[in-house]
């Protein structure tokens, strides 16, 4: 059973940064596409960023320039640099692991962001 572990999440003032991690554990391959959601309360789950393994990135219109996914394909580990946060980045944030058909999820990471 894929497990994704997060990690990182917290309570931050507009304008601050938070970086955080996911570790994907119990698969025997290497991940090659991993990515970031986000769910703000009452409303749906949104994409944030993707990464492929050979390093293509996908964001979200409203975070680009402000986020950075990375990718340690290695360690199956995705990352979010995410810098000069807004009120409007408050969420749970999720990370994602697709394969053969099935989306695995982490449990989730509250970020909070005050004005």
């Avoid at 596409?33 to 990464?51: C, D, H, S, T, Y």
């Avoid at 996914?69 to 749970?92: F, G, H, K, W």
């Amino acid at each position: 059973q894929v497990q994704l572990v997060e990690s990182g999440g917290g309570l931050v003032q507009s304008g601050g940064s938070l970086i955080l991690s996911c570790a994907a554990s119990k698969i025997s391959f290497r991940a090659n596409v991993m990515g970031w959601f986000r769910q703000p309360k009452g409303k749906q789950r949104e994409l944030v960023a993707i990464i492929t393994s050979g390093g293509t990135t996908t964001y979200a219109d409203s975070v680009k320039g402000r986020f950075t996914i990375s990718m340690d394909n290695a360690e199956n580990t995705v990352y979010l640099q995410m810098n000069s946060l807004r009120p409007e980045d408050t969420a749970v944030y999720y990370c994602n692991l697709p394969f053969r058909g099935v989306n695995y999820w982490g449990q989730g990471t509250q970020v909070t962001v005050s004005s």
